[in-house]
């Protein structure tokens, strides 16, 4: 076999594969949602691709070199291919300049006509072409992206997909390629897991082979790549992601992070008395002893009004005036009182 074509769940984990010498494939092809890695050292040539099946499946391509992953952004869908027109339009379908986020639109050959048996459906996603004329048409995908600054598609997400937290939306794909980001993670998932009575949580699921693997250096690892509200307050390990018969990830059957399965270390202890302090704080507001210098305030249940607890304990008890938003976004007691032993400022 010299070329395939895989989705990307799969391609990612092949990725990551030994592959030895003289292996006979040349060409791998992937696609059906946000590729998360960049691929390195292989001895094949990667193209990600970008499709619907009312536009005749794949419309967009992308040649994946070995080194790009070294801008921080995710791999592009590339260009159209040929016959294909693509553009990125705002909500009145007029362009969105490069480099700003709109709704990709596909034109040229291999449209379908419709969906079957649905007129309205058919006419809310197929719309008459504003830049060519004699009745041609686009497509409307849903997905909102950008062009980068050498005309490559960037997939940003789906349109009013995204789930939120706090009232924040929260991007799972760009929280999936953080955990991936270290060394250690060979699989990554996140969802957002919501109990009777509680705050949604933001979950991260990760495959590791390297027992040694502390779950508080792959939160630091996130938190350096993505804002506050995109890290996850839990971590659950599994030995596998459980998966669709298409190769993606089965968010429906991610095991709730209950305490028997959530990914945590041994407790760390203080590292002075400002910093028992907090956690003493912690335990008492949280209701449960099995507190430690690096557990998150939020990944153990705590919310908004929690954290106005923490912030009026240590003032009234210990006479240290945090400011709420430094306990919101630090979450630990070690990084709190890092951040505001630093005057306040995040820590690095």
Known sequence: MTWSIVVTGLAERLFGVPWPAGCPLRLLVTGGEQLRVWPRGLPFEVVNSYGVTEASSVRLAARLGPFAGSTGRLPSVGRPIRGTRVHVLDDALAPVPDGEVGELFIGGVGLARGYLGHPEQTARRFVPDPFHGGGRRLY?????????????????????????????????????????????????????????????????????????????????????????????????????????????????????????????????????????????????????????AHDDFFGLGGDSMGVARVRQSLLERHGIDVPYTLIFRQRTPRRICTAASDGGEEPR
Request: net charge negative.
């Open 140 to 292: 409307r995908t849903g997905d909102l992206v950008r062009v980068d600054e050498k005309g490559r598609v960037e997939f940003v997400r789906r349109l009013n997909d995204d789930p939120k937290v706090g009232g924040v939306r929260v991007d799972l794909a760009a929280v999936e390629a953080a955990l991936l980001a270290s060394p250690e993670v060979t699989g990554a998932a996140a969802a957002i897991r919501v109990r009777d009575g509680e705050r949604p949580r933001l979950v991260g699921y990760l495959v590791a082979d390297d027992d040694r693997l502390a779950p508080d250096e792959v939160i630091d690892a996130v938190a350096r790549r993505l804002p506050p509200q995109m890290v996850p307050g839990v971590l659950v390990r599994l030995t596998s992601l459980p998966l669709l018969s298409s190769g993606k990830v089965d968010r429906g059957r991610l095991p709730e992070p209950t305490a028997d399965i959530v990914f945590r270390g041994r407790l760390a202890t203080a590292r002075d008395e400002t910093e028992q302090q907090v956690i003493d704080i912690f335990r008492e507001v949280l209701g449960r002893a099995d507190i430690g």
